[in-house]
């Protein structure tokens, strides 16, 4: 019951880190590696805040984090010129130093003992069971989080983002900035990722300046697994499909570590395969109708 | 009338050189000057490399001039960005690619180019109004769009989506079209249906615009002007009465006069329909 709970519980918060990564990686086109350092900014910024006693401004203020950071990554992109990948490293390079700053030159930050967004909710509602709360303010984020992007995505500027991704050449054609235009999907990219990071040191109260290594790579997953589950029609299913592949995922997950050998630091390794395999679907896919072409029979 | 006298684009000894100080420098534009007047439907020719889309690139702002400056109905836009001025330039590429988003659908690129039309970044991205206004322009294009508004554009044709995208440049009336060989990639059939909607389209909202082609049938006998370039110029420039009379040898024998070359674009056609 426990596994359940807490698997549910990861798949939700890690929901909002999907969502950030569909928004750069499947509506912008950009494998962007901002996300590492900006779950872990989010993180920083939300556990030093929740110390000093404000945990819901802490969530804010992750948010904001995040914001910042994909500014730096968009600016770093438009204004100097960077590739996009690059922009991205060197923006989560740069946020180490800052994490680590931000944490008070510390590793990592204990948050036992100290009101979170969860204790304080529990605390209202005490004779609800503390794992049952900590899901339902998991669902409740992420559904607020998901709704919001869908929202955001059906007006004028998501429809700008959305061609952004598409087809530069017409959208600037359009009349419209597509450098600002890719600032902002950047910015509304890291803060779900950030806030993502914010809510996962509160929920286990425990912050790491390492927490978001491979972070991108967990998104990449979830999202790719959502998308093999509710297809990619419009961008309304891809954000909800991104948010099942992160609950899929973390199902996966708990079964390799709960039913084979592997242990919990293989998990990398497996999030990397999955990904990997899922890319080279349409290459492979290919090869099969070539060999299948060759031998003379379609 | 007096209308038509109004300069709606004005090239004034535009300069650029490509690679300047490199072995491989070459000037794309060698001081061109041109006048457009408000209305005037210019077909443009010139062999390869003559630098027809080097022009047009030159007025969408693609790059920025080294020399000289690029009026648009009287504002200086030389060193506007593209984006900017894209608000009163529309453009038809010859790929049908260019043009549209392809994973948008139909409606969702009608209403991007609609929102040249200043839109409030917020605003529900398509409004019930616009979808009205898109359906009912669609349909004079009579080519069965108007049902498949949700079809993502991907999935039309090279001719529907040179279709939609003569929309998209023409929806708010832009004050300058500019077509660049945009029928070239499509079969006879539909390159002629095409060029029927853009003639309607120029002519119902006296539209000024240039029209690159390499066919020269078309070039003399579409709109009202017809001018050759040849390495970074205009060599001629023929107007209305003039072209009237006119035969194709006419054209060819000019240049030759002009450039002491024979007219040498590889893909051009000589033949009459």
């Not at chain 1, 491979?214 to 589950?229: H, N, P």
Request: with cysteine; charged share 15%.
């Amino acid at each position: 019951m426990t596994i359940i709970l807490g698997t549910a519980q990861l798949g939700f918060i890690y929901g909002l880190l999907a969502l950030g990564i569909y928004i750069s990686f499947r509506v912008l086109n950009i494998p962007d590696l901002t996300a590492e350092g900006s779950f872990t900014f989010g993180l920083a910024v939300s556990s030093v805040l929740a110390t000093a006693g404000h945990p819901w401004i802490g969530l804010l203020a992750a948010v904001a984090a995040g914001c910042l950071a994909g500014i730096v990554t968009g600016l770093f992109q438009i204004k100097c010129h960077i590739h996009p990948v690059l922009a991205g490293i060197l923006t989560m390079s740069g946020l180490y130093s800052v994490n680590m700053f931000v944490m008070g030159e510390r590793a990592n930050i204990t948050l036992i003992g100290i009101d979170t967004v969860f204790t304080d909710v529990a605390s209202l509602i005490p004779s609800v069971d503390k794992n049952i709360v900590k899901l339902i303010i998991a669902i409740v984020l992420t559904l607020i989080g998901t709704v919001l992007a869908v929202m955001f995505f059906r007006t004028h500027l998501g429809l700008c983002i959305r061609a952004a991704g598409d087809n530069e050449t017409m959208v600037r054609s359009s009349s419209i900035n597509v450098d600002y235009v890719k600032v902002i999907a950047l910015a509304v990219s890291n803060a779900f990722i950030a806030l993502c990071g914010g809510v996962i040191a509160q929920y286990q109260n425990f912050a790491d300046i390492n927490s978001g290594v491979g972070i991108l790579v967990v998104g990449l997953a979830s999202v790719i697994i959502g998308e093999v589950i509710l297809g990619k029609k419009s961008v309304t299913i891809g954000l909800v499909s991104a948010v099942t592949g992160s609950i899929i995922y973390r199902i996966i997950i708990a079964l390799a570590t709960t039913y084979t050998p592997l242990s919990a630091y293989m998990l990398k390794l497996v999030s990397a395969l999955i990904v990997a395999i899922a890319l080279s679907v349409p290459a492979i896919k290919q090869t099969i109708l070539l060999q299948k072409t060759k031998k003379g029979g379609v | 009338m007096s209308g038509n006298e109004k300069i709606m684009l004005k090239i004034d000894n535009a300069v650029k050189t490509f690679f300047k100080g490199l072995p491989q420098e070459h000037t794309v534009l060698n001081n061109l000057s041109l006048e457009l007047k408000e209305g005037d439907f210019v077909s443009v020719v010139g062999s390869n490399g003559a630098g027809k889309s080097t022009l047009f690139n030159a007025i969408c702002g693609t790059f920025f001039l080294d020399g000289g400056a690029v009026l648009l109905d009287g504002k200086d836009i030389t060193y506007q960005p593209d984006f900017r001025r894209a608000k009163w330039i529309g453009r038809v590429f010859q790929d049908p690619m260019k043009g549209t988003a392809p994973n948008l659908t139909i409606e969702e690129n009608l209403a991007l180019a609609y929102s040249r039309i200043k839109k409030h970044a917020l605003a529900p991205a398509i409004s019930s109004k616009e979808i009205k206004l898109f359906r009912e322009r669609l349909a004079t294009m009579e080519m069965g769009l108007e049902d498949r508004m949700k079809t993502k554009v991907g999935l039309l044709s090279g001719g529907q989506r040179q279709v939609v995208t003569l929309m998209m440049c023409t929806l708010n009336t832009p004050k300058l079209l500019l077509l660049d060989e945009h029928t070239a990639a499509l079969d006879p059939q539909t390159s002629e249906k095409i060029m029927e909607i853009t003639n309607r389209i120029v002519k119902e909202n006296n539209l000024t615009t240039m029209m690159i082609t390499h066919n020269l049938n078309a070039a003399l006998t579409t709109g009202n002007r017809t001018i050759m370039m040849d390495e970074g110029n205009i060599i001629l420039d023929i107007h209305e009465e003039e072209r009237k009379g006119m035969s194709l040898e006419d054209l060819l024998n000019m240049y030759s006069q002009k450039s002491n070359r024979v007219f040498d674009n590889d893909r051009i056609l000589l033949q009459k329909k």
